[in-house]
C-alpha cells in the first residue's frame, strides 16, 4: 500500500507566477484534504473534497487559491499570481470513507515565492 | 473559537527519561483529538487518536495520551524516550469531521 505522494516535492517560482501542485491519495481513500503548513505552526486547512466534490472551500487563503478533484482520485492545488506570503508548506492527506477517518498526508510540497 | 493550544514551544529530555508534551484544546463539545509527529522530511504521522470511551489511549512507538475533561487536556507521555523520538508534535482537534486544528507543535531535543 503505497501512501499519499506529492509532486513536486520543492517548487521555487517568481512572484507572479502561476503553481500548480499534486496529489495522489492512498487508493480508495475517498476524502482528500488541503493544508498549509508555515515556519514555525501547525499545520491550517484549506480544502477537502469527498470523491470529486469539493464539500468545503471556504477556507481557501484568497480567491487566488484553487483545488479540484476531476475524477475523484488524484487533486491539484492552483495558486495564481503567487506572492511572497504564499511561501510555505503545501500538504495533501486523504481518508477512507465517508465518516471521520484517520487522515494520512503526505510529505508535502515546499513552495518558495521570490 | 475552536483551538488547540501546545504551550510548550521546545521540550529537551534525556534519553531514557519519561515525556510528557502538553495539549489543550477548546471546543464547545469534546472533540476529536489526534497526536501526530513530524520528522525532517517526512510527512505528519498519526501516534493515536481520541474518539470516544476509555480516556487513556495507547498509540504507536509506546506512546499513550490521556484525555482529561475537566482539564480541556489530552497529553502525551512516553515512560522511555529514544533518540529517535526526536522530532515534531502536534497536536489537533476536530468536531467537523474533517478539518483538523493542529496545535503550533512542540519541537522534541532528545540529549544523551
Known amino acids: 500500500d503505497t501512501g499519499v505522494s506529492q509532486d513536486p516535492r520543492h517548487k521555487i517560482t517568481k512572484r507572479g507566477q502561476n503553481v500548480t501542485f499534486r496529489c495522489d491519495p492512498i487508493s480508495e481513500h475517498n476524502r482528500l484534504y488541503w493544508y498549509r503548513q508555515t515556519l514555525g505552526q501547525g499545520p491550517e486547512f484549506l480544502t477537502y473534497f469527498q470523491n470529486e466534490a469539493q464539500l468545503e472551500k471556504s477556507r481557501l487563503l484568497s480567491d487566488r487559491f484553487s483545488a479540484e478533484r476531476p475524477k475523484g482520485s488524484f487533486s491539484t492545488l492552483e495558486i495564481q499570481r503567487t506572492e511572497q506570503g504564499d511561501s510555505a508548506m503545501y500538504l495533501c492527506?486523504?481518508?477512507?470513507?465517508?465518516?471521520?477517518?484517520?487522515?494520512?498526508f503526505g510529505p508535502g510540497t515546499r513552495l518558495l515565492v521570490l | 473559537a475552536q483551538s488547540v493550544t501546545q504551550p510548550d514551544i521546545h521540550i529537551t529530555v534525556s534519553e531514557g527519561a519519561s515525556l510528557e508534551l502538553r495539549c489543550n484544546y477548546s471546543?464547545?463539545?469534546?472533540?476529536?483529538l489526534f497526536w501526530y509527529v513530524q520528522s525532517p522530511g517526512q510527512g505528519l504521522q498519526l501516534l493515536l487518536k481520541y474518539f470516544s470511551g476509555d480516556t487513556l489511549v495507547q498509540g504507536i512507538k509506546g506512546f499513550e495520551a490521556e484525555f482529561k475533561r475537566s482539564q480541556s487536556s489530552f497529553n502525551l507521555r512516553k515512560p522511555s524516550v529514544h533518540w529517535s523520538d526526536a522530532a515534531e508534535y502536534f497536536c489537533a482537534g476536530t468536531n467537523s469531521g474533517y478539518a483538523l486544528n493542529f496545535g503550533k507543535g512542540t519541537s522534541l531535543l532528545v540529549t544523551p
Open positions: 492527506a486523504s481518508s477512507p470513507g465517508l465518516s471521520l477517518g484517520t487522515q494520512y
Open positions: 471546543y464547545g463539545a469534546t472533540p476529536y
